[in-house]
Each structure stands twice: as C-alpha cells, then as structure tokens.
Nanobody
Framework: QVQLVESGGGLVQAGGSLRLSCAASGLKFVIYSMNWFRQVPGKEREFVARIDWGSGRTSYADSVKGRFTISRDNAKNTMYLQMNTLKPEDTAVYYC??????WGKGTLVTVSS
C-alpha cells in the first residue's frame, strides 16, 4: 500500500520559515513527479509546487514562486518544501501528492501576523 506522510508543519510568524517533508513508502512504481498542494477550509485545494523525480525540474504556483523551494532525496523517496518569507495567506493544510490519486493526510501550516 502506498503511504505518503507529511511532517514539519506548525505555527510560525509572518516572515519566518518552515521546512515540510513528505516520505513515500509502499511504492510499486517509479515516481515520475511529486507535488505539494494546499487547502484552506471552504476553498479548493490548490497546486503549490511540483518536482520531476528524475531530472529535478521544478515548477511553482505564482503565489509562492521565489519564496518556496521544492526538492527531493531520491534514495529516501522523500520530498521537501522549504518555505521562506511566509505570509498569513500561506496558512493552509499542505498535502503531498503523487498524481493523480495518492495523497498524504496533510500537515497544518499556520502563519501569524
């Protein structure tokens, strides 16, 4: 069974930083890419960042570009999201995803002002 487990969420002041991790296990397939999404209650889940597992090529939502950095450790099947210069608008539950339908349970990031 595929399992994705996020960690690293917490409470931080605006302007601060957090580093999220997503550990994948039980994979029966090669990872092509992994994604971070986030969701605020009452709103749609939105794409945050993607990394191609082989090449390391990345893409970001405009709202986080320049502040967030996605990376991966292939040997550990682990993905990271370094979040800098956090804003209150970044407050959300952050989810790890392997497209299309593998999801973690999420980790809550709360940014206070």
């Amino acid at each position: 069974q595929v399992q994705l487990v996020e960690s690293g969420g917490g409470l931080v002041q605006a302007g601060g930083s957090l580093r999220l991790s997503c550990a994948a296990s039980g994979l029966k397939f090669v990872i092509y890419s992994m994604n971070w999404f986030r969701q605020v209650p009452g709103k749609e889940r939105e794409f945050v960042a993607r990394i191609d597992w082989g090449s390391g090529r990345t893409s970001y939502a405009d709202s986080v570009k320049g502040r967030f950095t996605i990376s991966r450790d292939n040997a550990k099947n682990t993905m990271y999201l370094q979040m800098n210069t956090l804003k209150p608008e970044d407050t959300a539950v952050y989810y790890c995803n392997i497209s299309p339908n593998y999801w973690g349970k999420g980790t809550l990031v709360t940014v206070s002002s």
